[in-house]
């Protein structure tokens, strides 16, 4: 199993930014790709960007292309998501998730980081 923990949501104001982490732990000879989402309320869960464990190919979503950035630190098992330029509209739960080597499926999900932007 693959272990996720999120860290460095918070409560910000438009145009700030924010970094998220996410550090994997356990069996992460395992991970395939590392992904972002976000739900925000009484949205569907959305996919914002991810990062190929080995090699480091990213996907970023065209909404948020200009603006939020993803990074990882293998020395770490940490993968990043710098947000500049926060939006009210970025008001989401975060969560990270590994898609598996092994299933090629998100299989471990942390338990998320709340980002609130106030306009």
């Known amino acids: 199993q693959v272990q996720l923990v999120e860290s460095g949501g918070g409560l910000v104001q438009a145009g700030d930014s924010l970094r998220l982490s996410c550090a994997a732990s356990?069996?992460?000879?395992?991970?395939?790709?590392l992904g972002w989402f976000r739900q925000a309320p009484g949205k569907e869960r959305e996919s914002v960007a991810s990062i190929r464990w080995s090699g480091g190919s990213t996907y970023v979503a065209d909404s948020v292309k200009e603006r939020f950035t993803i990074s990882r630190d293998n020395t770490k098992n940490t993968v990043y998501l710098q947000m500049d330029s926060l939006k009210p509209e970025d008001t989401a739960v975060y969560y990270c998730a590994v898609r598996s080597l092994l299933t090629n499926k998100y299989d471990y999900w942390g338990q998320g980081t709340r980002v609130t932007v106030s306009s």
């Open positions: 356990g069996r992460t000879f395992t991970i395939y790709h």
